[in-house]
T-cell receptor, first 114, second 116 residues
Framework: GENVEQHPSTLSVQEGDSAVIKCTYS??????FPWYKQELGKRPQLIID?????GEKKDQRIAVTLNKTAKHFSLHITETQPEDSAVYFC?????????????FGGGTRVLVKP | DAGVIQSPRHEVTEMGQEVTLRCKPI?????LFWYRQTMMRGLELLIY????????DSGMPEDRFSAKMPNASFSTLKIQPSEPRDSAVYFC??????????????FGDGTRLSIL
C-alpha cells in the first residue's frame, strides 16, 4: 500500500519568513496530493491540493510543488503570520475503481514566532 | 452547506460500555470515511464507504469496532466493548466521487472520546 513520509515533524519560523514542508510517497500510481491544516482542537481543513498533471500550484501565500519522478511534493508558505501556526498534513491518493482513500503523512507542527 | 456533522462532540464513558458515534455527510457526497487521531499514531483511516457500501475496513483495529451506513445521509461507528486505549478523536469525512478524478475530503468537527 501507499506510504507517505513527511518532514520535518516540527518547524519553528520567525514571522515573515518562509516555511517549507516536504513529503515523499511510495506508490507511483498516486495522482492526487492534498494538504490539510489543523489548528489545535479543530478539524483538518483542506488548504490546497495538486494533481499529477500539474507541477506547481499557488494560492496567495501558499504554493505546492510536485516532482513525480522523485515521488515527492512540498508545501511552501511565504510571509508567515502567527495564524499560520498549526499542524499541517500532506496526503496522497490513487484513483481506483474501489474509491480514493487518502494516506496521510505524520504531520508537521509549525510555530510562527512573532 | 452545513458541512459534515458529527455527534456527540464529546463522549466520556467507562470501560466496557458501548459507544456509538454518528456522522451525517455533506448532501450529495457519496464517499464517507472514518478516521481516528491520536498523538502516537496520527491520523488513521478506519473504514470508508462508497454509495453506502463498505469498501475498505482494513484499518478497523479489532472486532470490537463496527461501522454501518444504512443510507446516504447517515453513518455510525460503534465500539463494543470500549477500552481505555480507544480514547482518541474520531473524525468523519465525506467527498464526492465522480469516478474520473480524486475529490477533496471534507472533515467534520470530530468526536473526542475518553474511555475511563
Amino acid at each position: 500500500g501507499e506510504n507517505v513520509e513527511q518532514h520535518p515533524s516540527t518547524l519553528s519560523v520567525q514571522e515573515g519568513d518562509s516555511a517549507v514542508i516536504k513529503c515523499t510517497y511510495s506508490d507511483s500510481a498516486s495522482n492526487y496530493f492534498p494538504w490539510y491544516k489543523q489548528e489545535l482542537g479543530k478539524r483538518p481543513q483542506l488548504i490546497i491540493d495538486i494533481r499529477s498533471n500539474v507541477g506547481e500550484k499557488k494560492d496567495q501565500r501558499i504554493a505546492v510543488t510536485l516532482n513525480k519522478t522523485a515521488k515527492h511534493f512540498s508545501l511552501h508558505i511565504t510571509e508567515t503570520q502567527p495564524e499560520d501556526s498549526a499542524v499541517y498534513f500532506c496526503a496522497a491518493s490513487t484513483l481506483r475503481a474501489a474509491g480514493n482513500k487518502l494516506t496521510f503523512g505524520g504531520g508537521t507542527r509549525v510555530l510562527v514566532k512573532p | 452547506d452545513a458541512g459534515v456533522i458529527q455527534s456527540p462532540r464529546h463522549e466520556v464513558t467507562e470501560m466496557g460500555q458501548e459507544v456509538t458515534l454518528r456522522c451525517k455527510p455533506i448532501s450529495g457526497h457519496n464517499s464517507l470515511f472514518w478516521y481516528r487521531q491520536t498523538m502516537m499514531r496520527g491520523l488513521e483511516l478506519l473504514i470508508y464507504f462508497n454509495n453506502n457500501v463498505p469498501i475498505d475496513d482494513s484499518g478497523m483495529p479489532e472486532d470490537r469496532f463496527s461501522a454501518k451506513m444504512p443510507n446516504a445521509s447517515f453513518s455510525t461507528l460503534k465500539i463494543q466493548p470500549s477500552e481505555p486505549r480507544d480514547s482518541a478523536v474520531y473524525f468523519c469525512a465525506s467527498s464526492p466521487r465522480d469516478g474520473y478524478s480524486n475529490q477533496p475530503q471534507h472533515f467534520g468537527d470530530g468526536t473526542r472520546l475518553s474511555i475511563l
